[in-house]
């Protein structure tokens, strides 16, 4: 299915943020006593057109199952094998662009994508619910019709937090690692928020529905597939429709990245007001989220926590540099573990043609000579003499005047039962150690030796 390009444009005020300002103002000549109302619907009005101004930008749609799914994909034109790619998920009731600032810093051959769920943005809607399970299973769609083959690095904003855990937790072989902005977390689901404010002294119950009552109001006016997607979120955190693992992080690395500073929902100040002061509620709630990422973390292997003191709940907004920071982190990853992996995945052939690519995501300097040896001599004990051979050719290509490395060479191809190929190699690697007065100079020249005599 080729995909479609749609573009838009916009001077000054964009036209729709315009439209539900004059809106406004009908409004309150029409009936100033519906004034409360009006502001109620005002914000959200406001809120939702300028995600959707923020959706008619550059792009382009696909069909998936039937429905036009909108996305953004850059740096995968030359995308090599094994090269990640990363997922930006985002946050609920937000779009592809919102992550526009990061991806130009991510560079130009790296490769990601960026879409609209189905509901949200210039995506069609599906008939079925919303749920972490079916998000997942579009998401999967959509990256088979574009011919997006794993790994992948996911990246998740708020709600697309858990969305990406379920996906993880599907597929966790073809997830390479993990980074959470701000993501939605255990202290947010309305059982774990009763305990924390029973703790507190107050009436949990009361104030928990409370707060679940006025945050439910915002997406009153919301278009359908907002509104559909926000009452999942809700439902997830009654817990309804959940699966529980979902508040717990995949055995992936992963980064964790929060505010230190609340975000604080512009409320209507028409609207009753809660039974407990409001900041007091969101800065505890606040603080209790900061003390489960912390034990997550320290539960994990390979995993880190940043806590960007301040900035708030839209971090790749506020801070896309940091943002860009630790995604690339996630994406060069460790390359002494990425090659152990390699290895396993691919027969020779393609191990070699892995190896070939290796650079577009990995800084080849961060891979030491001494360390590409061993983890050749490693598939030599694995009986994987073909693999370790690939690993010798790439750091031969890469260390054309080391005497280790060409010895190295030898020995990899005398296991492929090569020996006279080997005589050149060990030749070499005495000439060099020679010059250079090698401590394993005594080993090449008795390596040398043996196969001479075994020609």
Not at 174 to 199: C, R
Request: proline share 4%; charged share 25%; net charge neutral.
């Amino acid at each position: 299915m080729k995909p479609s390009t749609t573009q838009a444009t916009h001077t000054g005020m964009p036209r729709c943020i315009g439209e539900s300002m004059r809106r406004f103002h009908v409004a309150l000549k029409k009936n100033y006593n519906h004034m409360k109302k009006v502001i109620s619907i005002i914000v959200v009005l406001i809120f939702f057109a300028a995600n959707v101004c923020l959706a008619q930008t550059k792009g382009e749609s696909i069909l998936v199952d039937g429905k036009s799914i909108h996305y953004l994909l850059m740096g995968d034109k030359n995308r090599k094998l094994g090269q990640p790619l990363i997922i930006l998920e985002s946050n609920h009731a937000s779009n592809a662009e919102t992550w526009n600032k990061v991806i130009d810093l991510l560079g130009k051959n790296t490769p990601v994508l960026a879409y609209d769920r189905a509901g949200i943005g210039q995506s069609d809607s599906f008939e079925e619910l919303p749920t972490p399970e079916n998000r997942t299973r579009q998401l999967k769609n959509l990256l088979t019709e574009l011919n997006l083959e794993p790994p992948y690095i996911l990246v998740g904003h708020g709600w697309g937090g858990i969305l990406i855990k379920d996906f993880a937790q599907s597929y966790p072989e073809q997830v390479e690692g993990m980074v959470y902005l701000d993501p939605v977390d255990e202290s947010s689901s309305f059982e774990k928020m009763v305990a924390i404010f029973d703790k507190e002294g107050w009436d949990g119950e009361k104030v928990a529905r409370e707060y679940f009552d006025l945050r439910k109001k915002r997406f009153q006016q919301a278009p359908e597939g907002i509104k559909k997607e926000a009452q999942v979120m809700f439902d997830f955190a009654k817990g309804e429709r959940r699966k529980s693992e979902l508040y717990d992080f995949p055995k992936i690395p992963s980064a964790i990245l929060a505010g230190g500073k609340q975000v604080v929902f512009m409320e209507n100040p028409f609207e009753p007001k809660l039974s407990v002061d409001y900041l007091q509620m969101v800065n505890l709630l606040h603080k209790n989220r900061i003390a489960e990422f912390t034990t997550q973390i320290l539960n994990s292997e390979d995993s880190e926590m940043v806590l960007l003191s301040n900035y708030s709940h839209y971090l790749h907004l506020q801070e896309p540099e940091k943002i860009a920071s630790s995604i690339l982190s996630k994406y060069y990853g460790d390359p002494a573990k990425k090659l152990v992996k390699a290895a396993q995945l691919y027969d020779s052939e393609r191990f070699a043609k892995y190896l070939e690519g290796l650079e577009m995501h990995t800084a080849s300097g961060k891979i030491p000579e001494a360390t590409i040896n061993m983890l050749g001599y490693d598939q030599l004990r694995k009986d994987q003499p073909a693999h370790a051979l690939a690993l010798f050719t790439y750091n031969l290509n890469r260390n054309p005047n080391s005497a280790n490395v060409y010895d190295s060479m030898g020995d990899g191809l005398v296991a492929l039962g090569k020996t006279q190929e080997a005589v050149a190699y060990y030749e070499k690697a005495v000439l060099l150690g020679e010059k250079s007065q090698h401590n394993d100079l005594g080993i090449f020249k008795k390596n040398l030796a043996r196969v001479n005599g075994e020609k």
